[in-house]
């Protein structure tokens, strides 16, 4: 029969880490992402069935993929029993399952959220040492899972967050490996380890947050935190609790022409432009949204909604499937076409197109210092603007807040967007165009550039 | 033993033909390319051993594998007798060669080139009647090759291609399959049809160039035609006589940091920016080179030297691998490195870039009405310019012959480069940057958008 | 927009040929297979949506796959009006549809089947003249449809078979490719060609079907054909006309152990052996059924029931997907599992096997030089024995009528299996082991090495 | 630039573990195999270049990909200085190399041989802690190394073992991941886990020979062990200090005829038939010897030599390219060709082929009990053998000197094949074939099936 086997499916944009593992014929995935064949192949390498599903809490950022799964494997899902789900088995501490010589075992750890469960990971044919642990969002490489969902309670939160890694994860042992929910780029914590494996001993000694003590000081610390909350986060906490609409297979966005694709939008697709910011600099459609591909997992579910049909332009027909992918998993499913051949098939058809002006931090310093009267528009969140500073005189409204906040940018003056990096430059610079803005730029390289070039920096 | 079969592996870029087709264990490849693996991988599927190598002629416009391929495969090549090759063995009218129930049979078709021939396919278990014929560069799908490589003997040349198609090729019967050397979008003729499978029966009723007769008035047409010839052909031609320098794995760019690059380009490194026309005007690397990926085959030739470091821009890593293959198929080796991240590393470093402005037709049009004075530059191909005239004013050179005639442009205006559809353009406006241009602008939709938008255009 | 493409997709088993093209956004699926994703991975790359789906008449030998990628594409599907479909567009001669240039145009072509139709193909920016033509199982390379499927009206079949060749098909002309249904190895008709390209002209002259004159002679010769009729060819007929059930994503049948096998198998599954002759001539499990791999596609139609679990033996875990693939295209949609670990699991859990022995046609001949006594069974089709002839003294049942017969074998001598290789004879010898005969052996080379080996031959 | 990342390469059939792992495109390579193009596309992925390859020692049972990979990438190799290397450069005690924020140090611990080192892993952006350990064949997961190259020294090296263990690698650590240089069923140790993950802490409570203590015990211990050295070893030592031929492309063998075939072997081709058990038990070429395709890393190197040519016999075409990759990394690189079609293209050509009788298990039971005459012919392990025991009356040879000692097997009886499982007993069926044996029967399950049946067993 088959061999112990584990491997970790790591879906980049959210930077989610889900796990399949199985022995002697069985295979269990813990936090299966909605698009799910990656299971299923894994598991027929394997020569495994997967027989259960297990998910560590009811994921806020992504649709888990545990109904579709079991609709195709008739495996088992298992979950916290803390509130009502409308699928799935709840679970309890102590609880325990087998494949083969591996036995999963349950940690009731509530904080992220109150049904978060963590998974002891053992080998029986060694013994009952603890040798794995996944603990979805309580604990992450080099960091914590964020505990702000429930303003009500932020402190008990944080304090059930703090018991369930140092009285319940940490006295697993020193030996222990740990398997966290999400890596380095999520947004479900901030401060993760680019490193992809590491040990309860290695955290132990080395995770700055877990050298935060005493109990109240970690709560004083974690409600200090204040990441921002996307609001589609409502729509998956809604769908994972009672279900999202089953999909067994990925949407095919249709090639449309350009005249299909400008009909299209008049009827009110919304384009979402996935090309990098240089390309959407050069030339984009006009009412597009800029969305480059690899922000769509942190920001889409800002700025999409989901009763309207949406529209993609890529820079290569090869960036479709990610597109897609990134866009189904929050839920985004009704993606109905995308512009054959580009940009390309746009402008040789004679349609209209905008561009925007790149602006160096150079150019930045120099306005900075004639006076030169021009909004820069700092679309940072808070907290990398508390670390970082800003640019002298620069506005700030974070990105996700822009459109509810347009009325606070001036209209009469230029706008330079501005970032961490210049991508996010490009999204508010797309909104502003979408607004009806004149003249806007975007500083390429933004706060990263500043900092190599020795720009002022005010905090 | 091994199934007959027959597969043609299509090269984008120089839109090249070639073939392998086999039977009982043995295989025949026909103008193999110099990136050599997929005839092994198609032979090793069909259970065939690669035994023959056929060249239709001396190409002039990439290198061809037959000599890599053959010394993994121990195949023995075969050309033309009409000169003298450095390797391989020269054939005569009426060789035939023999593939299990498949026969070759030469025959010599000089035209295009003096050593061409091409072979004709019988499958000897259905008798002596043709079903096929490689035709290499005598006779492409709607559209002739040209003959233009002779320029003392062009008349003399476009007779013997009359005499090649309508004396061997046609007599062989309308049954016969048409397999040739290049599709549409080749350099090595012009109007080729989309459609690629077609038949002699098909060619003779439906071929544009099979139409004009008698022979003085097909050689007049051939002689009338003059297709750019870039550079480097002289380069492939006495690589393909005396062999190049063997290649069997492809190069490995290395990935390279902001400082790295810079400092490649200080020492010298040439930078090829092969992402599309948007990207390199919303952002590129003063001193870079615009070609965008799929241009490299058609125009790298004129543009880039033989004994330079290249180093790449690319959109996505996932372009290297193409990029790495045009430029080898043309004999560009020296490939150092690419700029890991791309033009997100450059940016974030606080490296300067530049940009271009892209202009819509609307606003040439309104130029044009208003008599702003700026220079629109059309870097078409003379015979483009005779079929579909020019807007008015436009000053016209070749882009192949930009850095020759560079003078010709004047220095004191605003400078708007313009081809068919806005590709060109943008390898023209970074030419003019590279020259030291201050304000260029680039087109983009050039041509094709002036016709949708019903431009003002003179012949 | 997309370039204008054709790809034909062959599936073996069948030898069917499929074919998808298209041009400008829009593609159309000739004669789709039931497991479809491969039309929307090429119409993928092609950037075209799916947009027609033409069936040349209602296959007989495998489940079409026409409502399954149209629910997928929203495509519209088209087909011959002479029967009544449960789904779909009845078309009519001279229906013409379009696909950017591509036309197809209808030709209504009886004879296979009542409700046959052809498609002609143009290339609309090249004229009215045809380039193609789509003939189903009107007219293959090398041979021509069957034409038995009305045993009351062969010789009104036959004759609207032959007027359908030679006043509709064959009047395109000599340049016309030919795009048949099935290729070699077909059980829709005998005599293909190994060669998978051709032209009405050349089969014209070639096709040795064609040179059967006049009419009255073609028709004699067609009705003393006699293939045979699988019985599962009913099921797909009813299925092609009233719509198979969906089949959306491919079976996964579960790895199992030796105790879950050998249960199963208690409780009703049948077991498919799909290993090499040699393999299961070495040891295979008492009770199953011996179906190599390529045998599948020709003979699981004769053995297998619509009522019954099947569970696989394959010699690597590769297989399964090919097993899985060939069994859905006939409708045995319940492939409930495989033995995990192959015929090394059964062995090292004590299981009990059997083995059947090899025995070399020189061993048959000295029997026969000796007088032995035992059973030569052999179990080609009646045509086959016709023409090459009878081992001296061989008992004759076709494999697909042995369950039926097997009373006709003495079961008191020791029976060997003959066929035209030996791949049949394991089928054989498999029922023979599951109808309790004790000594069965295996003539591994069958006729094809008496052939070689110089055997006596009786006609 | 690029992120953090590290794989693991696992190489089937020596269960030989690789490493890669890098940071801001540099990489380095750990124990690279042969066939190394997998660590390149693993680098070009992650957008580095490998820099670093380490060897922790110089292995004895695979060919070192060291100087073919710096070939390719002209990187630096690194291994231990206490022998002789004729390439690369020696490492000390303490000596650190830098990729980012990768660190790797290097620890002297010899033991398995003088010359080994382990690499210790650090992360400096979270401090100096290690965070994991590259052991080579010193520690390997529920194992450790062999210390049997050493005769003279076998004291010793055993001590040097266990200081290297508990005195520079566990003090490293409870929370260190372990990364050993092989996995469970390779020929390097024996009883390593069938996990592939764990951690210092985790081996030092569960690792049963970590158990064994005081140190003069543990010696005690590893001097009893008397694993196998298959001769092959010695030339594997000498390439890995002195160089192998380099080889930057895989061989292709010759798809060959039958008649091909048999010439080849006429001429002294090795025919190495890699097919299942059952398969060459149904049906094998004479003089061909059986080493199925899992069994050629551990038992080629027994019998093929490095001076004759070999063909192969494959169930598919799909195993070839395995096979080849096993047979190189042992160094049997003169693999000139298969039988196209395998034994069915043998069998239809009429040439001679063999069988051999796979027996059960209960009717060796029914041999002893009825005291039938024959050898039943053991080929495991001394080591297996006294944990297992033996069938009562067994002749125990080992397969690896069945060769050598073929003369002690009676030739005047039946002699029936046993090992664990049937794998091996099908390969010494082969020799004894080979060595003109008459009646070879096979145990097929052997002694796995003889435990579940409950067979008489003496110790």
């Given amino acids: 029969m088959s061999q112990m086997f584990m491997e970790k499916v790591k879906s980049t944009g959210l930077a989610h880490l889900s796990y399949i593992l199985g022995h002697q014929g069985q295979a269990a995935v813990i936090d299966p992402r909605r698009d799910f064949q990656i299971y299923i192949d894994i598991a027929r390498q394997n020569e495994c069935r997967i027989t259960h599903i297990f998910e560590t809490h009811r994921n806020e950022d992504y649709i888990i993929g545990s109904l579709d799964l079991a609709r195709r494997t008739r495996a088992g899902i298992y979950h916290g029993h803390a509130i009502d789900f409308n699928y799935g088995n709840p679970v309890h ?31 029986k044919s ?20 964020r505990t702000d969902f429930f303003p009500d309670l932020l402190k008990e939160v944080a304090g059930l967050q703090y018991d369930g890694i140092f009285e319940k994860i940490l006295p697993l042992g020193d030996q222990v490996i740990l398997y966290p929910g999400h ?20 955290e132990r000694e080395n995770n700055p947050d877990l050298k935060i003590h005493p109990r109240d000081e970690f709560i004083r610390y974690k409600i200090g935190q204040k990441p921002e909350q996307p609001p589609y986060f409502k729509k998956m906490e809604e769908y994972n609790q009672y279900g999202a609409p089953s999909m067994q297979t990925l949407p ?12 299209a939008m008049a009827e009110g697709m919304l384009v979402v432009d996935t090309r990098s910011p240089e390309s959407f600099a050069g030339a984009f459609i006009p009412g597009s949204m800029a969305i480059p591909l690899d922000m769509i997992a942190a920001y889409a579910g800002y700025f999409l909604s989901y009763d309207r049909k949406i529209g993609l332009i890529v820079e290569s027909p090869n960036d479709i499937d990610l597109a897609v992918r990134y866009l189904i998993r ?18 040789t058809a004679g349609k209209h197109y905008d561009r925007i002006a790149a602006v160096h931090v150079d150019e930045l310093v120099r306005r900075y210092e004639t006076d030169y009267d021009f909004i820069l528009l700092d679309v940072r969140e808070e907290e990398e603007i508390e670390q970082s500073g800003m640019f002298p005189g620069a506005l ?27 991508k996010r430059a490009i999204i508010a610079s797309s909104i502003l165009k979408r607004h009806g803005f004149e003249t806007v730029e975007d500083n390429l390289g933004s706060m990263a550039a500043c900092k190599e070039a020795g720009c002022p920096i005010v905090k």
């Fill in 252 to 263: 095919e966005p249709d090639p449309l022409s350009a005249e299909q694709f400008e009909k």
């Fill in 330 to 347: 929050l839920g985004f499913d009704n993606i109905t076409g995308y512009l054959s051949g580009g940009m390309y098939t746009w402008e």
């Fill in 93 to 123: 501490e102590g609880d325990t399952f087998n494949l083969g010589d591996i036995e999963l075992a349950v940690l009731e750890t509530p904080g992220h959220t109150f049904e978060s469960i963590s998974l002891v990971l053992r080998d």
């Fill in 126 to 145: 060694f013994g009952n040492q603890p040798v794995g642990v996944f603990t979805g969002d309580l604990l992450f490489i080099g960091s914590v899972g």
């Fill in 183 to 202: 890596g380095a780029g999520s947004v479900c914590g901030s401060g993760m380890a680019e490193r992809e494996f590491s040990t309860l001993g290695f």
């Fill in 396 to 422: 700030h409204i974070f990105l996700g807040a822009l459109p509810d906040q347009i009325d606070k940018v001036p209209r009469d003056k230029p706008v330079t967007t501005f970032c961490g990096s210049g």
